[in-house]
């Protein structure tokens, strides 16, 4: 599963507190299944509730909100797109520790479509699939969310390798 490392590099990166204090991010896959088509294919997708907790968070909520739904439209668009899924596709709850601080949790439906074929040689190649693009991408390579004047989140894309 390559999705649940991708939003924990992408929040990492986007949420100062976070790329001071990586270790308050914790992530986990639950309530997993493989789903396959009973064909010859190997192919699968994998489906499971991806849990991400934020503890002792002293930040904007807003923030988390803003880089999440920046990671979804690229990784999961069906859950802004979906009518049904959007109903129950994000959801979250709060624990308020203390005047200052929160423990987040965050809990998406996500899916991951896998492609395996055989080469002939007896070798099997795995695939992820990326998802379906309708739209345009979002495509600023720097953006900063904002309320009140006050600076929320930010993100960089990541200059890619030569």
């Not at 880089?67 to 994000?90: C, V, Y």
């Not at 979002?138 to 990541?158: H, I, K, M, R, V």
């Amino acid at each position: 599963m390559y999705k649940p490392k991708s939003l924990r590099a992408h929040l990492k990166a986007a949420i100062a507190d976070l790329t001071r204090n990586p270790d308050k991010l914790l992530i986990f896959a639950d309530e997993g299944n493989t789903v396959a088509t009973g064909t010859n294919s190997l192919s699968f997708e994998y489906r499971y509730k991806l849990d991400i907790i934020i503890t002792d968070y002293s930040g904007d909520a807003d923030a988390v909100m803003v880089a999440l739904l920046a990671w979804i439209q690229i990784h999961q668009r069906d859950l802004l797109d979906n009518a049904e899924l959007r109903k129950t596709g994000i959801g979250f709850s709060v624990d308020f520790n203390n005047h200052e601080t929160i423990d987040l949790s965050i809990k998406l439906a996500l899916t991951e479509r896998v492609v395996v074929k055989e080469t002939g040689t007896g070798r099997l190649d795995v695939r992820h699939l990326t998802e379906p693009r309708h739209a345009p991408v979002y495509s600023d390579e720097f953006w900063q969310a904002y309320t009140d004047g006050l600076l929320l989140a930010e993100w960089c894309t990541p200059a890619t390798p030569a």
